[in-house]
């Protein structure tokens, strides 16, 4: 904690935190999301405090070389696991510094943007290591024991992430009122880069939802009830680890030791809509992508129907009988 303190301390006592304080709260009036400006903040203080190491207190001070000498410090950088830093966490540090630079030359506060020319690492799109099956997400659900209130607020979790794709920080952000029982929709309020949008929701998971409104939300209450959805036994809104660390422990409890937890069932429910038809471009709607890119790895692993037409089209699909019989597979 000392040390943490002493961070702090030497960021708001360098020059560069007016300018940090006057960025963060221009991207407010931008309306940029506080998920945004979070990360933007994290990463610039991250910065800030590289620079002060090397006594660079002003950002008058800083020029291409010396951000080249920081990415290249990002590149090198070790975690306490020895592992370095991925490149979509080097993308996540400098893409802020870039901003923050165009906006200090914008408003005049130096001269030149020495970050104009910075090449960012190039964001790799991998494949998504796990897909749990419709098999596997059934074994995860009846872990929950729906005769208690957690079991029951667990289910309808795990149901609505299913059903929507949503991203654990759009479902810890639900209230009462963006539910449309009538309309079977979710409304999710400035999710990702701050858009809103409409998502369909199916009858089973919102046949859980309603159950746990009707038949648990009232139980967990405790105080002022500001309209928050999912309530934590406590009775107030779940932070995004202790909702991961929930669903967690009922894949635990059924088996399943995949690395990751909320974001798996997005992964499911894109895949396995694509293997049943569905429009990639309704996928992009439904997961919220800006980018059509972005939702075309799940066709990578929409192997399925990829498979029925292998088999159906390719003709050395099936071994000839003398090449099976005599083993001469090449």
Not at 36 to 61: C, G, M, N, V, Y
Not at 75 to 92: A, E, F, M, T
Not at 183 to 197: A, C, H, L, P, T
Not at 277 to 283: H, K, L, M, T, Y
């Amino acid at each position: 904690m000392v040390r943490r303190y002493e961070h702090k301390a030497i960021i708001e006592a360098s020059g560069f935190y007016p300018y940090l304080r006057s960025f963060i709260e221009w991207g407010e009036v931008k309306g940029l999301s506080k998920d945004t400006l979070k990360r933007r903040q994290s990463a610039l203080r991250r910065f800030i405090h590289w620079s002060d190491e090397r006594d660079l207190k002003q950002p008058q001070e800083i020029t291409k070389p010396i951000l080249d000498r920081y990415q290249k410090h990002l590149y090198y950088y070790r975690k306490r696991d020895g592992h370095p830093l991925s490149h979509g966490s080097q993308l996540g540090m400098l893409t802020p510094l870039r901003a923050f630079f165009k906006w200090l030359t914008r408003e005049n506060h130096i001269l030149y943007n020495p970050a104009s020319e910075m090449e960012l690492p190039r964001k790799i799109r991998r494949l998504p290591k796990t897909i749990l099956s419709l098999d596997e997400l059934e074994n995860i659900f009846s872990q929950t024991d729906i005769n208690t209130d957690e079991g029951v607020r667990d289910r309808a979790i795990m149901e609505l992430l299913y059903s929507t794709g949503m991203r654990r920080m759009e479902l810890v952000k639900l209230t009462i009122y963006d539910i449309d029982p009538t309309r079977m929709i979710v409304m999710i309020r400035e999710g990702k880069y701050g858009k809103d949008r409409f998502i369909p929701i199916g009858k089973r998971a919102l046949s859980w939802v309603d159950k746990y409104q009707n038949d648990v939300r009232p139980n967990l209450l405790s105080g002022h009830d500001d309209g928050t959805l999912f309530l934590t036994n406590r009775g107030q809104a779940f932070r995004r680890s202790a909702l991961a660390s929930r669903v967690k422990r009922h894949m635990k409890s059924a088996g399943i030791e995949a690395i990751g937890s909320c974001h798996l069932f997005r992964h499911a429910m894109a895949t396995h809509m694509l293997e049943n038809g569905a429009d990639i471009r309704f996928v992009q709607a439904m997961l919220g992508h800006e980018d059509l890119n972005t939702t075309q790895i799940y066709t990578q692993v929409s192997i399925k129907k990829l498979s029925e037409i292998h088999k159906a089209t390719h003709p050395a699909t099936e071994l000839g009988r003398s090449t099976e019989a005599d083993g001469q597979c090449s």
